[in-house]
């Protein structure tokens, strides 16, 4: 038996429709689900600079983190999903970034990955949080984001732990010429003690219907 | 790194691609030609075609200067706007401009004078001019590239990329095709009279940072992020071979006028401030001919002149160099 998924707004109007649901207001229904839907809708995730560090054929794989490697444990979270907020279970994530010494690796996939998603658009990778590579200004991960009818999302993830923000990078997020844009700042949650301590930081990817 | 830093050095040794003077062998070691007191950071130098003058860009100007006597003959002031582009055109009569702000400027480089304004609308990283002037094409922003008709000033078609920008564009000796290689390591090759995609070379993992077609156009050499010049057939964008891979990527490349040589420049990806090797090899057995890795070499434009000779800037402390290699 097809399964069908119906948007916010379908389901208002069917239910409208088999007298379910009934307008208490003046409006008709098609103007309720559409103030339904707009109050849904997200913004989809500003593009950024792709940067000339990108390497073909990464490995699919979501632990970047190996055994010795030097730098903070970072562990990345986040969902794949539309403006409307349907999650993009057929996404390919693609990510990419300096080691904590702020270097590429261009011989190797060292911190390159094409990753799995988990159901429902979930995505999840450890790695450690990148130094800072010597000609930009920000600590930064790089996004390449397609789902089939959508367009692609080429991004950059930073961190308000970045020392360049001072600690307000609502003030200080244009120290860095390339972050065009304050939402590609995430919040930075810091667990255990100085010894064991890891980072973990949520980046939602939405990307617009083509 | 920024796309900034990289294609102001992918910009550098591409003015001489297309001229019909042979090129001597190159047995000699540099000649220091100039001593020019910049007093500030040089981002980039052009060099003419004849060898005579040096266009020095720096911070918000562009200082032109005679490299016989290391005299300044003028000084262009762009205010609050900054170069991102320059290049000498029409046997160094004209200086090319790209600004921060999308526009393109063409200078008289005698009087500095403007004589001609584009709009790009984007940061014109790159702005390349093919050899019978009738087309400009410049990096138009992220994932195009902005073909102008130079007579009339009007763009004639915007060129699409997958992702990314441009990191470098050379037009065939013929003008009728236009490479780009984009951030998304695809090389891009288009017919410039109907803007079409005449192939794209996907095989390459690593983006192409500078481009370079030889005198008779069925080859484009790309030199590469994964340390390699690449020859490409133009006519089917296949890679026919590969020259040995070196150490650092490949940050600009130029054809000797006779098409017999071609000119690399290295860098190492991780140090962008790092020396920058020249190699010089044999388009037609791929040997090296020639090499200057020394450490202190930290090249910022030029390129081979029509009397065959490379011509180079260097930069030391706040002097820099212009040499020539013959």
Redesign the interface.
Known sequence: MPRYQLSRRELIEKCASLGVVVAATSLPISAIARIWDESEVHHATPPNAFGPFYKKHSPQRRELRMAGDTGLPLTLTGRVLDTRGEALEDAKVEVWHADHFGKYDIEGYRFRAQLPLEGKGQYSFDSVMPGHYPDRVCQHIHYLVSAPGHKTLVTQLYFATDPVFEGDPDKNFTRDPLLISRELVRPVVLTGDPKTMHAAVNFELCLERL | ???R??ILCAGFLLAGIFLSSPVAAIPSDPKLEARISANEVVSSTAISLDGKIAGVMKGNNIGIWSIADAHQIQMIEFGVEQPVFCDFLDNGTHLLVGLSSGKIQLHDAQTGKMLRLLDNGAPPWVVRVSRDGKWLAAAGG?REVHLWDRATGKMAHRLALE???A?DLAFSPDGKMLAGSS???NIYVWDTDTGAVRNVVRD????T?GLAFVPDGKWLFAGS???AIHVIDAGSGKVARSFPAQKM?VIALAMAPDGKSVAAVYRD?????GSTPILIWSTESGGLMKKNDSKELKANGGGFLSDGRLMYSTVSGKELQVWSLR
């Open positions: 790194m920024t796309k830093c990289w992220d992702l990314g920008g990191m951030e998304d390591t390459l993992s690593l983006t940072f992020g994964d340390y990527p990806a991780n140090e962008p401030l």
